[in-house]
């Protein structure tokens, strides 16, 4: 799934004319000058679309401190919706400032850093072959192998990343689901760090690791055959905007799979906060959930499986009869 953490999936292996250095045209810019560039736009990037991950992960462990409004659907229907993002962030800065939009953004930054320098490297280690340039469908009907090596390629740089950004995931997702019970726990990194590891030791940092690496795992594969295909045999050959088309396959396929694949990261993002200490992670805010597959079959049976998965136009899940 394309995060600020994974930009440098796309950008990290491209080195070349393109770049300048020290404002010289023509000059190609070190790996290391590269590095740090997308390391400084993943910062940039996280830090612009926190807010909105932090009204997404209050939403997911089901924090709802606004009371829903009445709505009417485009049929004359009432319904009640729930707050969206505005109304939510609106909420955070009464409570906390506008400061508070940025709770826990710090770990996050550091996992966005550390995880460009781990594709670095492994990329650098066990560097893909180039790629191959096709423009017909035959060379597409033959280049199947090819995608299946690039995607393995890439899987095993993403879950790398993930095992090793992970632990800085769990702590961002505990300072954030503290705004629902006002606690003070964690706080500063490094004392969350020592934190975690005096109450549960080094699994205490993986935990939700395993639905996270098969929710991108799925993401990647599914991404990656499904535009493969499309480009095989839906696009024909004779259309003059064929070449435009593949280029954007990859990318719609992107947003549809990452709406599938979704339950997972919320699995995740519940394992991460689930019975550490906090309100958001104990009843009655949340059952305690002996693994991530109880987690995902509660869920399930509850309808829940895609909270907090859009952020407007929310609407209460149970039909509400007095209103009609």
């Known amino acids: 799934m394309v995060t600020p953490e994974n930009?440098?999936?796309?950008?990290?292996?491209?080195?070349?004319?393109?770049?300048?250095?020290?404002?010289?045209?023509g000059t190609s810019s070190s790996p290391v000058d590269m590095d740090t560039a997308i390391v400084l736009l993943g910062a940039g990037v996280t830090a612009i679309t926190h807010p909105l991950l932090y009204v997404k992960l209050l939403i997911q462990v089901g924090h709802e401190p606004l009371a829903p409004t009445v709505g009417t659907t485009m049929f004359g229907r009432k319904v009640l919706y729930l707050p969206g993002f505005f109304s939510y962030?609106?909420?955070?800065?009464?409570?906390?400032?506008?400061?508070?939009?940025?709770?826990?953004?710090?770990?996050?930054?550091?996992?966005?850093?550390?995880?460009?320098?781990?594709?670095?490297?492994?990329?650098?280690a066990v560097p893909v072959e180039d790629a191959e340039h096709v423009?017909?469908?035959?060379?597409?009907?033959?280049?199947?192998?090819?995608v299946v090596r690039e995607?393995?390629?890439?899987?095993?740089?993403?879950c790398l990343s993930r095992i090793a950004t992970h632990p800085f995931h769990?702590?961002?997702?505990?300072?954030?689901?503290?705004?629902?019970?006002?606690?003070?726990?964690?706080?500063?990194?490094f004392s969350c760090v020592a934190k975690i590891f005096q109450e549960e030791g080094?699994?205490?940092?993986?935990?939700g690791l395993v639905p996270h690496v098969l929710g991108e795992v799925i993401f990647l594969w599914c991404c990656n055959l499904l535009a493969h295909l499309i480009n095989t045999y839906a696009v024909d050959d004779n259309f003059s905007q064929a070449p435009a088309v593949r280029s954007y396959t990859k990318f719609v396929m992107g947003i549809a799979v990452s709406v599938l694949t979704y339950p997972?990261?919320?699995?995740?993002?519940?394992?991460?906060?689930?019975?550490?200490?906090?309100?958001?992670?104990?009843?009655?805010?949340?059952?305690?959930?002996?693994?991530w597959v109880h987690?995902?079959?509660?869920?399930?049976?509850?309808?829940?499986?895609?909270?907090?998965?859009?952020?407007?136009?929310?609407?209460?899940?149970?039909?509400?009869?007095?209103?009609e």
């Open 170 to 189: 769990v702590i961002s997702v505990r300072c954030m689901a503290q705004f629902v019970g006002r606690e003070v726990k964690y706080r500063g990194l």
């Open 151 to 158: 995607t393995s390629h890439e899987m095993v740089v993403q």
């Open 202 to 207: 080094i699994a205490g940092f993986f935990v």
């Open 295 to 323: 987690c995902w079959r509660h869920l399930s049976v509850q309808g829940q499986l895609f909270r907090g998965s859009s952020f407007f136009f929310r609407r209460v899940p149970v039909a509400m009869t007095t209103l």
């Open 7 to 25: 930009l440098s999936v796309e950008g990290g292996g491209q080195r070349g004319p393109l770049f300048e250095r020290n404002g010289v045209p």
């Open 89 to 124: 962030a609106r909420h955070i800065i009464r409570v906390d400032g506008k400061t508070g939009l940025f709770r826990g953004l710090s770990p996050r930054v550091m996992s966005s850093a550390i995880s460009t320098m781990v594709r670095s490297k492994v990329k650098q």
């Open 264 to 291: 997972f990261m919320l699995v995740a993002d519940l394992m991460a906060v689930n019975n550490c200490g906090l309100a958001a992670g104990l009843p009655p805010n949340s059952p305690i959930y002996k693994s």
């Open 135 to 146: 423009s017909n469908r035959d060379d597409l009907k033959t280049s199947f192998r090819k």
